[in-house]
């Protein structure tokens, strides 16, 4: 079978390359998926040019969530059986035609979702929803304020929070992928470009938003801090600005607010039954057909860097997936 892998840590990533790999059986608790689809996120990236935290041993194939068929199930499985659609929680792996995986990470596909789209969703929603609903205990009738609003995890928090009442306000740098987050249900857009306090401010009659949600930090972080309302909620999602701000802490004393820092995964790690719970409800939420991931490109996988090209250079919106067929 293919893979697309990482042989040599690099700034590049052009550094992969399709190799011809041969699988093992699968082993105790394993199955073989045949994989249909794979997204891209900004960790596969790292993890090429040696910048994550989890540094996997060369050689790897990059792709943390993908989605596909049971091939094969090994020793001692008996939740799954060959011909199951599933959606996988990889880690790595998953640029490649097949994988062996543990059955306890893999989880029955929403029927109502594309391969392409049942790839694209676990992560994003499943950050949106710790972040907005469990950490940020956002209400019906805030303002929630989402920053990077045209990335996976932003167009997630905007879908999120429509869904539990909230009044949204977008924002992004380009006025042309702000017109899909408004099309998708945004109340409100700004360009961030001149600054957004002042709008913000605007659109809450000067009382600021409730939740605002932050996977840039930088120089977004700090403007934050100044139309945030009273009793407000700061959530730390990431750094893509590449800069990780701080905050004097007589702000947060003055104006009453919480900053609070989100990590979905490590949420679930810390407590397991809550992390089921967690991961239950998107899924649930994916199935009725409420939530619905943006896809704007698919690579085929012999162009997988293509695929992480399009994030890193800031082109994509929502998500980019990689397909196997």
Not at 83 to 89: K, L, P, S
Not at 153 to 161: P, R, S, T
Not at 236 to 242: A, D, E, K, Q
Request: a neutral charge.
């Amino acid at each position: 079978m293919r893979s697309m892998r990482v042989h040599e840590l690099s700034e590049n990533i052009s550094v992969l390359r399709l190799d011809d790999v041969t699988l093992p059986p699968p082993g105790p608790g394993e199955v073989r998926l045949r994989l249909k689809a794979c997204a891209v996120n900004f960790p596969d990236i790292l993890m090429v040019q040696g910048k994550y935290q989890f540094k996997p041993e060369l050689p790897f194939a990059p792709g943390m969530e993908g989605a596909g068929i049971v091939a094969e199930v090994g020793p001692g499985v008996t939740a799954l059986k060959p011909g199951d659609e599933v959606v996988a929680g990889l880690r790595i792996g998953g640029f490649a035609e097949e994988v062996n995986i543990a059955a306890e990470n893999c989880r029955p596909k929403p029927p109502g979702l594309s391969f392409v789209k049942a790839a694209a969703y676990p992560a994003a929603y499943l950050t949106a929803y710790v972040a907005l609903i469990i950490r940020g205990q956002l209400k019906a009738g805030e303002t929630l304020l989402v920053h990077g609003s045209t990335g996976g995890v932003g167009m997630a928090a905007v879908d999120i929070g429509k869904l539990w009442g909230a009044t949204v306000i977008a924002t992004s740098a380009s006025d042309e992928k702000l017109k899909v987050v408004k099309a998708r249900g945004a109340d409100h857009v700004i360009n961030v470009t001149g600054g957004f306090r002042e709008r913000v401010k605007e659109l809450t009659g000067g009382k600021g938003a409730d939740v605002i949600y932050d996977p840039v930090g930088g120089d977004i972080f700090d403007e934050s801090v100044r139309c945030i309302a009273w009793n407000g909620r700061l959530l730390i999602i990431g750094f893509t600005s590449g800069r990780i701000p701080s905050v004097s802490v007589n702000m947060p004393l003055i104006k009453g607010f919480s900053v609070v820092g989100v990590r979905a995964g490590e949420y679930g790690r810390r407590d397991p039954e809550a992390g089921r719970q967690n991961i239950e409800t998107i899924d649930r939420l994916a199935a009725e057909g409420k939530i619905d991931p943006y896809v704007c490109a698919t690579f085929p996988l012999e162009r997988a860097v293509d695929a992480m090209r399009m994030l890193q250079n800031r082109q994509a919106i929502g998500k980019v997936v990689v397909t196997m067929d």
